[in-house]
T-cell receptor
Framework: KAGVTQTPRYLIKTRGQQVTLSCSPISGHRSVSWYQQTPGQGLQFLFEYFSETQRNKGNFPGRFSGRQFSNSRSEMNVSTLELGDSALYLC????????????FGPGTRLTVL | GNSVTQMEGPVTLSEEAFLTINCTYTATGYPSLFWYVQYPGEGLQLLLKATKADDKGSNKGFEATYRKETTSFHLEKGSVQVSDSAVYFCALSEVGGSNYKLTFGKGTLLTVNP
């Protein structure tokens, strides 16, 4: 069974632009979570989606948004990029029958210049 | 709110040495506890987990015991290998049964020299 996939793996943007990252969960997993990883703040929870509905949200500004499609694939969007948004963005999926285990993708490395 | 504190390192050991990475947590109720490992350039992999007090999680020679009385979940391995070099994260799930949000420690970089 294929793991969690994220595209693109690397991305370079400039301040003020917007970006969309994509995540495909493990087949059959309906919950998708997003995390931001930076050297200074570590791993921080962004949001979680289940059946196309956002169920949990972390403490991030409204520039960070996401959505989930009917096939459980998820996208996150960051508008008006700032230098501090440079980070590794990780997506994780969860099997609703084994809810205590999150499976992570390789991440998207976003660099904002 | 919930929080996880782990020794930040870096930790440098020789091959076959004993490893301990300390992790303590603050949470209301009874969270599930996890250790994740991140190899260079990769995402996080679940190493082991424990879901209730006194449970011991184990995998690949690593062990950790859920200690409610000391709110700790220390990671141990009796004999490390060069291939164990990675960043290790301690994490807990949100209390109340929702395991969809993890709170992580800052991570501990482990380097094992031959």
């Amino acid at each position: 069974k294929a793991g969690v996939t994220q595209t693109p793996r690397y991305l370079i943007k400039t301040r003020g632009q917007q970006v969309t990252l994509s995540c495909s969960p493990i087949s059959g997993h309906r919950s998708v979570s997003w995390y931001q990883q930076t050297p200074g703040q570590g791993l921080q929870f962004l949001f979680e989606y289940f059946s196309e509905t956002q169920r949990n949200k972390g403490n991030f500004p409204g520039r960070f948004s996401g959505r989930q499609f009917s096939n459980s694939r998820s996208e996150m969007n960051v508008s008006t990029l700032e230098l501090g948004d440079s980070a590794l963005y990780l997506c994780a999926s969860t099997n609703s029958r084994n809810t205590d285990t999150q499976y992570f993708g390789p991440g998207t490395r976003l660099t904002v210049l | 709110g919930n929080s996880v504190t782990q020794m930040e390192g870096p930790v440098t050991l020789s091959e076959e040495a004993f490893l301990t990475i300390n992790c303590t947590y603050t949470a209301t109720g009874y969270p599930s506890l996890f250790w994740y490992v991140q190899y260079p350039g990769e995402g996080l992999q679940l190493l082991l987990k424990a879901t209730k007090a006194d449970d011991k999680g184990s995998n690949k020679g690593f062990e950790a015991t859920y200690r409610k009385e000391t709110t700790s979940f220390h990671l141990e391995k009796g004999s490390v290998q060069v291939s164990d070099s990675a960043v290790y994260f301690c994490a807990l799930s949100e209390v109340g049964g929702s395991n969809y949000k993890l709170t992580f420690g800052k991570g501990t970089l482990l380097t094992v020299n031959p």
